[in-house]
C-alpha cells in the first residue's frame, strides 16, 4: 500500500510559477513509476506529466511542454511539478498517482494509487 499527499498548490496570476509536491509512504518508492494527472471542472482526468521509477525518463502532455517540469526524488520519497508560465487553463485539481508498472504511461488505469488532489487556480 503507498500513501500520497499533495501539496503546493494555491491562486497564481497568468505567468507566474507554482511547484507542487507529492510525498509518498508505505512502500518503496523506487519500486513505483509515478504520474501526475490534473481535472478541471466538467473535463475529465488527463495526464499531464510522468517520470519512471529512476527518474530516467519523462513524459509530457503537448499541453504543457516546455513550461512543466516533473522530478523524483528517491531520497525523500517525493516528486515535484515545475509549474512555469501558467495559463488560466491550467486551473484544475492536480493529482499525484503510482504506478507498479515499468514503464511511464498516460493512462489512468495503469496507475494503482492516487493522492487526493490539490487545486491550482490562475487568474487571468
Known amino acids: 500500500q503507498v500513501q500520497l499527499v499533495e501539496s503546493g498548490g494555491g491562486l497564481v496570476q497568468a505567468g507566474g510559477s507554482l511547484r507542487l509536491s507529492c510525498a509518498a509512504s508505505?512502500?518503496?518508492?523506487?519500486?513505483?513509476?509515478m504520474g501526475w494527472f490534473r481535472q478541471a471542472p466538467g473535463q475529465e482526468r488527463e495526464f499531464v506529466a510522468g517520470?519512471?521509477?529512476?527518474?530516467?525518463?519523462?513524459s509530457y502532455a503537448d499541453s504543457v511542454k516546455g513550461r512543466f517540469t516533473i522530478s523524483k526524488d528517491n531520497a525523500k520519497n517525493t516528486i515535484y511539478l515545475q509549474m512555469n508560465s501558467l495559463k488560466p487553463e491550467d486551473t484544475a485539481v492536480y493529482y499525484c498517482a503510482a504506478s507498479r508498472g515499468q514503464l511511464v504511461s498516460r493512462e489512468q488505469a495503469d496507475y494503482d494509487y492516487w493522492g487526493q488532489g490539490t487545486q491550482v487556480t490562475v487568474s487571468s
Open positions: 508505505g512502500r518503496t518508492f523506487t519500486t513505483f513509476t
Open positions: 517520470i519512471s521509477l529512476w527518474g530516467v525518463t519523462t
